[in-house]
């Protein structure tokens, strides 16, 4: 898959991330038909593709997620609005269960960071990141 195709899922995860909770949908199938029809009716095959690994996944791993937020995270991850909180959520997935390099997560997140948050943030996601490298869920 090319890169510009996993740097557009990446795009796409973080703002489902932020409607699935803003809409406080339960299930993922009727999110994403959701989805598909109103944000992003034009999406890619392979940007699809990798879009639905990485969103199915961390929506069915989200306990595990928190935990490990809920153990490693300095400060209160609960102030956090619902976009920065769906960076977090993204890189842990991808860099602990996909098993993507740690390094280019990173740089991801803050590329993730900068796009929609702002260079503030990148500094928090980029400590907390880079303390998660060395650590495993």
């Known amino acids: 898959m090319e890169i510009k195709h996993k740097k557009a899922a990446r795009n796409s995860v973080i703002q489902a991330l932020y409607n699935y909770h803003v809409g406080e949908y339960d299930d993922t199938e009727i999110f994403l038909e959701d989805f598909y029809n109103f944000i992003r009716p034009k999406i890619k095959p392979p940007v699809k593709q990798y879009f639905e690994l990485l969103f199915k996944g961390i929506i069915s791993n989200m306990d595990k997620i928190i935990k490990y937020i809920d153990k490693s995270f300095r400060g209160d991850f609960e102030n956090l609005n619902i976009t920065e909180k769906s960076i977090f959520y993204y890189a842990i997935y991808e860099m602990n269960f996909l098993n993507v390099d740690k390094?280019?997560?990173?740089?991801?997140?803050?590329?993730l960071s900068d796009k929609f948050i702002g260079e503030l943030f990148s500094k928090k996601v980029n400590a907390f990141l880079d303390n998660m490298k060395k650590e495993e869920l």
């Open 103 to 111: 390094n280019l997560v990173i740089s991801e997140a803050l590329r």
